[in-house]
């Protein structure tokens, strides 16, 4: 079975600095997806970056890039020039290009000290 | 567009009592999920749906646990009766086609207490 390990429970970042979080995940499969998803205080989940496993090319979102390692099954986040609204749970998630099941890590919180 | 929109944003029931989550998903997307996410497990799928169809019901806890989606823009989750344990958030999301390749869109979820 595919599972998703967030290693930080726990993160800080002051504003205005750079924080990387942290994603390895387990598949034999070779066509899948992996995302992070931001979960503020306010319970909404919010897709953050998307990354296709056949690209070799890393996702970017404004601030929030994308480090994929396919061979070693990493997929870190890093937030550049963080921001006091970028503090929330941070989830990736890992799916199977041949499933609907979105598996998601145990999340990450993130606090950004001003 | 106004995104997934679940009712109610919160609810308290007492042990034992009926409860109806209810999900209304993105105009134009074919496949609904219902996600719980606790402390102790996570997030879990618990059923899914693609154009109206339940697909994977697996996730479902026990048969306390039903779901249905009678039109492309209406789903309910039901537990019946509730108990403690079931206090959980409750996702519903949606996603267009197959695959989640544009990932899912959730909405603000359901705390549900039962009491």
């Known amino acids: 079975a595919q599972t998703v390990t967030q290693s930080q429970p726990e993160m800080s970042v002051q504003e205005a600095e750079t924080v990387t979080l942290s994603c390895t995940y387990d598949?034999?499969?070779?066509?899948?997806?992996l995302f992070w998803y931001k979960q503020p205080p306010s319970r909404q989940m919010i897709l953050v970056i998307r990354q296709e496993a056949y690209k070799q090319q890393n996702a970017t979102e404004n601030r929030f890039s994308v480090n994929f390692q396919k061979a070693a099954k990493s997929f870190s986040l890093k937030i550049s020039d963080s921001q006091l609204g970028d503090a929330a749970m941070y989830f990736c998630?890992?799916?199977?290009?041949?499933?609907?099941?979105?598996?998601f890590g145990k999340g990450t919180k993130l606090t950004v000290n001003p | 567009d106004a995104g997934v929109i679940q009712s109610p944003r919160h609810e308290v029931t007492e042990m034992g009592q009926e409860v109806t989550l209810r999900c209304k998903p993105i105009?134009?997307?074919?496949?609904l999920f219902w996600y719980r996410q606790t402390m102790m497990r996570g997030l879990e799928l618990l059923i899914y749906f693609n154009n109206n169809v339940p697909i994977d019901d697996s996730g479902m806890p026990e048969d306390r646990f039903s779901a249905k989606m009678p039109n492309a823009s209406f789903s309910t989750l039901k537990i019946q009766p509730s108990e403690p344990r079931d206090s959980a958030v409750y996702f519903c999301?949606?996603?267009?086609?197959?695959?989640?390749?544009?990932?899912?869109?959730f909405g603000s979820g359901t705390r549900l207490t039962v009491v």
């Open positions: 999301a949606s996603t267009q086609g197959l695959g989640g390749f544009y990932g899912y869109t």
């Open positions: 598949t034999s499969e070779s066509d899948y997806y």
């Open positions: 105009s134009g997307h074919n496949s």
């Open positions: 998630a890992y799916l199977w290009g041949g499933s609907e099941k979105l598996v």
